[in-house]
């Protein structure tokens, strides 16, 4: 109770609170944040595709799936400007809507027929990973693939899938909400599997790793920004580790879409377990507060590198 005082952040408690009522939760919007703007998803699309393609894969990926898209399939819409022939969206609620995807759609066709500069640090300062260059990657998109990429005809089809996104036929784009079977995405046919800050909400870690591997075809990549503070439930950036399991419960309340708390070691753990090669590894540090002694026995794996890590971009290759 003690540790409870001193590090929990008491807006996200009343939060919490709140959303167990059903009323209240009715009454609440859902929403993720980030992918409601077309630069922060370009941005954000065009990162990955050229860390991937640093990482000598150095291929345009026919298909590409996304896990936790958010408030838009903007970043998938990006990858389909781009060339991506397929791209399959995966989330455990619907947070999106016919409508923000056509206007997505349409600011996004602009940034990419002006060859817009990837938006930097400077406009997104949090945002991973972070590039050397950041002019538009035109040795990956070519003006030969953009011709065929931003074609009036498949941009036209691709606007009608956005606008009828649930017709069984579709070519371009697939969804799959919420996706607790892996069973539903063919094994070995995914090129590229992605996420933006998603996997540090996923209490299934190890399933959803399992699955991973089973969709991506030989050869196939994962590329993944991880970020592990406290995103608010605490004081300290990394006080949600010093919390037991009860505290925890408590602070997060009702909440399905919170953290699930694991540090970049068990990623990396339970990469290695499936059989991926790292590939990439870049992690952010902040200086800690706490020390590993302080942290919840329910974190005994914790190494002493755990406690001063709050970010990390991977990829991670299927062998």
Sequence with gaps: MKMLLQEANIKPIIAGMLKRNTFIRKLMPLHTGGTNSSRYCYSVWLRHLVKVNNGNVNKLPSSVAELGPGDSLGI?????????????????????????????????????????????????????????????PSSILSGEILQISLAPERIKAIRDELLHPDQPDNVFIKYFIPWSNPNIIRVNSVDLIISQAVLEHVDELENTYKAMYKWLKAGGV?????????????????????????????VRGGRVYAINR?????????????????????????????????????FSHFTDEDISVSGMYVIAIKK
């Design 76 to 136: 998938g819409i990006a990858a389909l400007l781009s060339g991506v022939n397929e791209y399959v969206a995966l989330d455990i609620q619907k947070y999106w809507n016919p409508e923000q995807n056509v206007k997505m759609l349409d600011e996004l066709l602009v940034l990419f027929l002006r060859r817009e500069t990837i938006p930097n640090e400077k406009e997104f300062p949090d945002v991973s990973p972070k590039l050397v260059d950041y002019n538009f």
């Design 222 to 250: 994962t590329s993944h920004a991880i970020d592990f503070k406290s995103h608010g439930f605490t004081k300290s950036w990394n006080g949600h580790w010093t919390l037991t399991d009860w505290e925890w419960k408590f």
């Design 262 to 298: 694991e540090p970049f070691s068990t990623h990396l753990r339970i990469m290695n377990q499936f059989d991926f090669s790292i590939d990439t590894k870049e992690l952010k540090m902040l200086p800690s507060k706490i020390k590993i002694n302080q942290i919840s026995k329910s």
